[in-house]
């Protein structure tokens, strides 16, 4: 059974930094491309990182370019996301995600596997 679990949520002031972290279990790891998704209240589901099965390539959305950093550690089954300079325009749930697509999709539909989310508040 595939479980993808988010932690390192939380409520944070503007300017300040989060690492939310993706444990998976169930699959091979080093098989998937990953992927980080936010949603904010009322809003769809929208992309906001990326990274390759090996972790060479990453992508992301526009507005987290330059503050936010993914990355994975294949010996922990875990993907992370670094994120600087939060923005209250960040709060949102974050969700984590797995696919057996090869490029660096930014559509929910190539991801097969999701966590239950993680909230991320940031403060004015």
């Known amino acids: 059974q595939v479980q993808l679990a988010e932690s390192g949520g939380g409520l944070v002031q503007a300017g300040g930094s989060l690492r939310l972290s993706c444990a998976a279990s169930?699959?091979?790891?080093?098989?998937?491309?990953m992927g980080w998704f936010r949603q904010a209240p009322g809003k769809e589901r929208d992309f906001v990182a990326a990274i390759s099965s090996t972790g060479s390539r990453t992508s992301y959305t526009d507005s987290v370019k330059g503050r936010f950093s993914i990355s994975r550690d294949s010996g922990k089954n875990t993907m992370y996301l670094q994120m600087n300079a939060l923005k209250p325009e960040d709060t949102a749930v974050y969700y984590c995600?797995?696919?057996?697509?090869?490029?660096?999709?930014?559509?929910?539909?190539?991801?097969?596997?999701w966590g239950q989310g993680s909230q991320v508040t940031v403060s004015s």
């Open positions: 169930g699959l091979t790891f080093n098989g998937y491309t």
């Open positions: 995600a797995a696919s057996l697509y090869y490029g660096l999709s930014s559509q929910r539909s190539d991801y097969m596997y």
